[in-house]
């Protein structure tokens, strides 16, 4: 099995390896040119974008400066808007649904070493994926730790530190984030259809 391999499937694996580290130097390159565009470059971005990126639909917009691990272990869906100064740490697969906001300087960490010091020394890393479902707005300076999971419609309060999974419909906040109330609106809709369907 390769590093690469290794990496995701979330298994130990060694960031200096050739393949990964040439992979590390081509997306440095496309940030590069893609952090420099100007804002009517619109067309520029998206094609960039493309080389950048595992897969993304219709309506993207990621405001530069941007950052990534590897890019290709990012999948985003329809309708994503990201603000300035995002990091994607995506060792592992990142999964964003559609309608999703992130606010400036969400980090997404997928990477994360262990916690053995011995360990550690050898150099050794791993990753666990991060899942975002839909209609889902992460407030500004938010970290989402490795291993998350968050459902369809929640809002996550800015500066936030999301240790453990967030389930739908609901609004959380805080270090570390707990569920704050659930989203009214998700619930108001759910009792509609709910009424519809008796």
């Not at 590390?24 to 520029?44: G, L």
């Not at 968050?150 to 959380?172: E, H, L, Q, R």
């Not at 619930?187 to 369907?197: K, Q, V, W, Y």
Request: include cysteine; aromatic fraction near 8%; charged fraction near 25%.
């Amino acid at each position: 099995m390769t590093e690469k391999e290794k990496m995701l499937k979330g298994e130990y694996y060694n960031a200096l390896d050739e393949e990964l580290t040439n992979e590390r130097i081509y997306i440095q390159k496309m940030m590069r040119k893609y952090n420099k565009t100007y804002p009517k470059q619109i067309k520029r971005r998206t094609k960039l974008l493309t080389k950048m990126i595992g897969k993304f639909e219709d309506s993207i917009c990621i405001m530069p400066p941007v950052y990534f691990d590897y890019g290709r272990n990012t999948y985003i869906g329809k309708n994503f808007y990201a603000n300035y100064d995002c990091i994607f740490l995506d060792v592992n697969k990142i999964t964003i649904g559609d309608n999703v906001l992130l606010g400036p300087r969400v980090c997404l960490f997928t990477a994360t070493h262990p916690l053995d010091a011995e360990e550690r020394k050898s150099g050794l890393e791993y990753g666990k994926p991060i899942t975002i479902g839909n209609d889902v707005w992460i407030g500004g300076n938010t970290v989402i730790n490795p291993g998350v999971t968050i459902g369809d419609n929640v809002v996550i309060g800015s500066g936030s530190v999301v240790t453990k999974d967030i389930p739908s419909g609901v609004i959380a906040c805080g270090n570390p984030c707990k569920i704050i109330r659930e989203n009214k609106r998700m619930t108001e809709i759910n009792d509609s259809i709910n009424s519809l369907l008796l």
